[in-house]
């Protein structure tokens, strides 16, 4: 197995990441549409896809996530895109330009590793998304680091200020939660409530889910 950390940065060197990236969209709307047809759930299942930095400053992304989202049936709604705090602030005139014609779709958008990127206030008000993501290294040993308690405690009540969701990454202990939800941090994702799951390990508990209702 490798990890993205490793195929990523040569996918992207290589510009392998476009076809790449184009597949990994188009399965992760496919897989959800299907899952919507045999879980419904009321509001639907959604799903979140990363984009490449790369991805991102193509020209035709707009249309080839319109062709996507028509080919596999996938609302708008359902697909939640993740663009890295880093890749929107490398050109953020542009990044705004792309993020509303995304949004005109429908689509949700999350700052990802948001506390990374050194973003201007200015422009974080500007860039129409729904969700910010705190980084992990900000959640990583949050119990013994006073600071980062209070970047925290600042980048939830910014969220909330800007009408914005936040998510807390990288969520790995009890201590790691009980200390976010003190900090009125509202979401959290990492291995303390899942690891990465394959296709049919995420259908058993759906159906674990769907049983216990």
Avoid at 33 to 48: G, K, Y
Avoid at 56 to 80: C, D, H, M, R, Y
Avoid at 95 to 114: C, E, N, P, W
Wanted: glycine share 6%.
């Amino acid at each position: 197995m490798l990890s993205p950390a490793e195929f990523i940065p040569v996918a992207e060197e290589t510009g392998l990441i476009m076809p790449l990236g184009g597949w990994v969209l188009r399965e992760a709307c496919r897989q959800m549409q299907a899952w919507q047809v045999e879980f419904p759930t009321h509001p639907p299942l959604t799903i979140s896809v990363n984009i490449s930095g790369k991805q991102f400053a193509q020209p035709n992304l707009v249309a080839e996530i319109q062709q996507i989202l028509q080919e596999t049936g996938l609302s708008a709604q359902s697909l939640k895109l993740e663009i890295t705090e880093s890749t929107v602030m490398e050109n953020a005139e542009a990044a705004t330009i792309m993020l509303q014609k995304l949004q005109a779709l429908g689509i949700h958008l999350s700052i990802d590793d948001f506390g990374t990127g050194y973003s201007s206030l200015g422009y974080l008000h500007r860039f129409p998304v729904d969700t910010l993501k705190i980084d992990r290294s900000f959640v990583n040993n949050i119990e013994n680091d006073l600071e980062k308690m209070e970047i925290i405690r600042t980048v939830v009540k910014l969220a909330w200020n800007l009408g914005l969701d936040i998510v807390a990454e990288g969520v790995e202990t009890e201590k790691q939660l009980a200390h976010l939800k003190a900090l009125q941090c509202e979401n959290g994702q990492g291995y303390l409530f899942s690891k990465p799951l394959d296709s049919i390990a995420i259908e058993g508990l759906l159906q674990a889910e769907r049983t216990s209702h």
